[in-house]
């Protein structure tokens, strides 16, 4: 399912003093197969966006009240956003928005917040009951127990513990296990790795790619962290007040420190690294992962390794 959202812009609270603009018409094509990657300094609107692509925001004309704007005499048509994911047309008030949901998993900030059943089982299969109603209870006991394992959690020995007894971590597990039951293509996740440790970050990050492909095609992350981008996506978006600066992979992206820096934001250890090394006339070539990076050292050191 590709996704492709033309001209969305989007306003907190409109016509009132509180009045926030979100969005301001972004476009962006996110093709399926894709790690993708969402930056931006904070309040840069990538939550409003990310929100949009299961419909927890609806675009206007996707309202029951909507009404086409009109073209006004000798003025340029007015723009009309628009948003599809796979065969959903989000725009269309005849958008089966249950289906979407099934098929684009939204996993928010600190999704452990949200847990609230007395065992690990009962929380995975809340979101699996939500959507299959008529599954038989073999299935999906099946379905949790995958789940469970697919996360990085003995089943046996987590499913009737209180997730609440859980590390922080592994709560979160629970948590994406939770929306990740039902298979969805789609599998959005909005500040992944956000107050974990290092070592609980990295476990995050090794969960997302298990799951990416075979588990869900597209995985779409929010995240402020740049050696993470570089590290995992295959292109990365950046988000500056409400509109987007750029869409790129990051081996061209992190190659623009001096605009990235005007926009608040930071560029990974191995852009630094090779800001540091061209500054002793040292050009290095990589597309700025770990692995990239030390590859293109040694490459210019003659091959030791
Ligand atoms: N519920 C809300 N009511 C009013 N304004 C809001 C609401 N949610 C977000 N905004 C405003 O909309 C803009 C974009 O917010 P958004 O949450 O999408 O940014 P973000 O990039 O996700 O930020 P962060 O990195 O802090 O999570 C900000 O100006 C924010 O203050
Ligand atoms: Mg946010």
Not at 152 to 179: E, H, M, N, T
Not at 197 to 203: A, I, R
Not at 225 to 241: H, K, L, P, Q, W
Request: net charge neutral.
């Amino acid at each position: 399912m590709t996704i492709t959202a033309e001209h969305l812009s989007y306003v907190y609270h409109p016509g009132s003093p509180f009045a926030a603009k979100a969005l301001d018409d972004v476009s962006l094509t996110i093709e399926e197969g894709e790690f993708f990657g969402i930056i931006g300094h904070t309040g840069s609107g990538k939550s409003t966006f990310v929100k949009h692509l299961n419909g927890l925001i609806r675009l206007p004309s996707s309202q029951k009240h909507y009404k086409k704007p009109k073209a006004k005499k000798g003025m340029p048509s007015p723009v009309v956003p628009s948003l599809k994911v796979g065969e959903y047309d989000l725009s269309s008030r005849k958008t089966d928005f249950y289906g979407l949901r099934k098929k684009v998993g939204m996993v928010f900030q600190y999704p452990e917040a949200q847990l609230f059943a007395e065992t690990v089982f009962e929380d995975v299969a809340f979101g699996l009951k939500n959507f299959e109603r008529d599954m038989k209870e073999k299935e999906t006991e099946a379905a949790v127990k995958a789940a469970i394992e697919v996360v990085g959690l003995d089943y046996a020995a987590v499913k009737d513990v209180s997730p609440f007894d859980l590390s922080g971590g592994q709560k979160r597990r629970v948590a994406i296990a939770g929306v990740i039951v039902t298979k969805p293509e789609i599998l959005v996740l909005d500040e992944p790795a956000a107050g974990l440790d290092p070592l609980g970050k990295k476990e995050i990050m090794a969960l997302l790619h298990r799951l990416h492909g075979d588990w869900c095609k597209t995985v779409v992350i929010v995240s402020h962290d740049m050696d993470e981008i570089a590290e995992n996506c295959t292109r990365a978006a950046v988000f500056s007040e409400g509109k987007i600066v750029y869409a790129l992979p990051p081996k061209e992206l992190f190659l623009k420190a001096d605009e990235l820096f005007a926009l608040g934001l930071d560029i990974p250890l191995t852009a630094k690294l090779r800001l540091a090394l061209l500054k002793r006339g040292i050009e290095t070539d990589c597309d700025f992962t770990v692995d990239s990076f030390v590859d293109a050292v040694l490459k210019k050191r003659g091959g030791a390794s």
